[in-house]
Nanobody, 116 residues
């Protein structure tokens, strides 16, 4: 079974930057949307950003202007560049890939901690 492998999380001071990466361990055919979600302690999982196969992007209002999502279709990899990080960005970040056949894949999550 294909798994999503995430990397790039860690501990950073407020105002700093991190770059998350996510790639599948095997082949996923006909990828449509790729995205990132996050879940902070005691809160529900929320959408952070998505990007379609055509390159259209959406962002949560809380990260607009600070985060940038991108994808490498040749590598089936999605990235999340996070700048000007705030303590409220602290969460476990999850990668999500959805195919045109509506199969959905989730990563195991990577911890991002922003200290004040």
């Amino acid at each position: 079974q294909v798994q999503l492998v995430e990397s790039g999380g860690g501990l950073v001071q407020a105002g700093g930057s991190l770059r998350l990466s996510c790639a599948p361990s095997g082949t996923i055919f006909s990828i449509n949307r790729m995205g990132w979600f996050r879940q902070a302690p005691g809160k529900e999982r929320e959408l952070v950003a998505t990007i379609t196969s055509g390159g259209d992007t959406t962002y949560a209002d809380s990260v607009k202007g600070r985060f940038t999502i991108s994808r490498d279709n040749a590598k089936n990899t999605v990235y999340l560049q996070m700048n000007s990080l705030k303590p409220e960005d602290t969460a476990v970040y999850y990668c999500n890939i959805r195919s045109w056949s509506r199969n959905t894949y989730w990563g195991q999550g990577t911890q991002v901690t922003v200290s004040s």
